[in-house]
């Protein structure tokens, strides 16, 4: 079992920044896919940014590439998500998310473990 805890979130300006931060504890390693996931009340959850094992392999949606930047530390077994220039549609809960594989996947069905999600406010 892995264990993950997000923090970081909070409330923010349009054109702000913010860093999410995603502990790992368990049976962790350097063997898991890592993402990072939206949802927004009364929608789907939805792939925002994933990195494979090592951290060296990433992906974003459209929607946030050139403004946000995923990083993992596997000595820390921390997650990160940095995000700049954020805009009032970027507000949502932010999930981490694990999964028992080398290579991330923007499909939320297809990971294994996921944090409690910590709620990014960006006013206008």
């Known amino acids: 079992q892995v264990q993950l805890v997000e923090s970081g979130g909070g409330l923010v300006q349009a054109g702000g920044s913010l860093r999410l931060s995603c502990a790992a504890s368990?049976?962790?390693?350097?063997?898991?896919?890592m993402g990072w996931f939206l949802q927004a009340p009364g929608k789907e959850r939805e792939f925002v940014a994933g990195?494979?094992?090592?951290?060296?392999?990433?992906g974003y949606a459209e929607s946030v590439k050139g403004r946000f930047t995923i990083s993992r530390d596997n000595v820390e077994n921390t997650l990160y998500l940095q995000m700049n220039s954020l805009k009032p549609e970027d507000t949502a809960v932010y999930y981490c998310?694990?999964?028992?594989?080398?290579?991330?996947?923007?499909?939320?069905?297809?990971?294994?473990?996921w944090g409690q999600g910590t709620q990014v406010t960006v006013s206008s």
């Open positions: 998310a694990a999964r028992n594989n080398l290579f991330y996947s923007g499909n939320s069905y297809d990971y294994n473990y």
């Open positions: 990195c494979t094992w090592n951290g060296v392999i990433l």
């Open positions: 368990g049976r962790t390693g350097s063997s898991y896919a």
